[in-house]
């Protein structure tokens, strides 16, 4: 058990719909993560946060957004959602921004 | 633009000898890596990590080599267990930068007892 807590783990919805995937860090880290895995792909960072404050983006869509909350849990926000939004979606924390970063055991979305 | 590389998408070794899983970077920028192992329908789960200013890490059956001129990394597993079977991945971050961890599409290691 990493300490990262995912919620929902398993959320089936339909095309056009909106999502929110929460995420609560390890007790004590000031950084989050989230990454998305699609069938047999890597992971894809899509945006991380510290502290409240958005610190890095990287491939993520117009139709997802994120936010840190100051009890520093996360929320991402997919919305518009499409087939091909069907992935993994990983939370990962930690407690700096020079630390590693561990994994919760991610939500699994499926969009029909 | 794929700046960490894990070019053997699979491989399979027979137990108790090594396995040996490689990863490539192209950022210079990067100076710290890390090591996650994933079985299916969980999340990753860190392993091993390796600065730019050591060559060698080890923790246990686990050791990371770093090559900074070729930038390449190696994770050596000895000696594989059945349990090692999984999927790894590899990252990469720039202490100095942005922190955001790049990771490499993985490699799925069979081990086979």
């Known amino acids: 058990d990493s300490g990262v807590t995912q919620t929902p783990k398993h959320l089936i919805t339909a095309t056009g719909q909106r999502v929110t995937l929460r995420c609560s860090p390890r007790?004590?880290?000031?950084?989050v993560y989230w990454y998305q895995q699609s069938l047999d792909q890597g992971l894809q960072f899509l945006i991380q946060?510290?502290?409240?404050?958005?610190?890095a983006k990287g491939n993520i869509l117009e139709r997802f957004s994120a936010q840190q909350f100051p009890d520093l849990h996360s929320e991402l926000n997919l919305s518009s959602l499409e087939l091909g939004d069907s992935a993994l979606y990983f939370c990962?924390?930690?407690?700096?921004?020079?630390?590693?970063?561990?994994f919760g055991e991610g939500s699994w979305l499926t969009v029909v | 633009d794929q700046q960490v590389k894990q070019n053997s998408p699979s491989l399979s070794v027979q137990e108790g000898r090594i396995s040996i899983l490689n990863c490539d970077y192209t950022?210079?920028?990067?100076?710290?890596f890390l090591w996650y192992k994933k079985y299916p329908a969980e999340g990753p789960t860190f392993l091993i990590s390796?600065?730019?200013?050591?060559d060698k890490n080890e923790d246990g059956r686990f050791t990371v080599f770093l090559n900074k001129s070729a930038k390449h990394l190696s994770l050596h597993i000895v000696p594989s267990q059945p349990g090692d079977s999984a999927v790894y991945f590899c990252?990469?971050?720039?202490?100095?930068?942005?922190?955001?961890?790049?990771f490499g599409t993985g490699t799925r290691l069979k081990v086979l007892a």
């Open positions: 946060y510290y502290n409240g404050e958005e610190r």
């Open positions: 990252a990469a971050t720039a202490t100095s930068g942005t922190y955001k961890y790049i």
């Open positions: 007790s004590g880290d000031l950084s």
């Open positions: 390796i600065s730019s200013i050591k």
């Open positions: 990962a924390s930690s407690a700096s921004l020079r630390n590693t970063i561990y």
């Open positions: 950022n210079s920028m990067f100076d710290y």
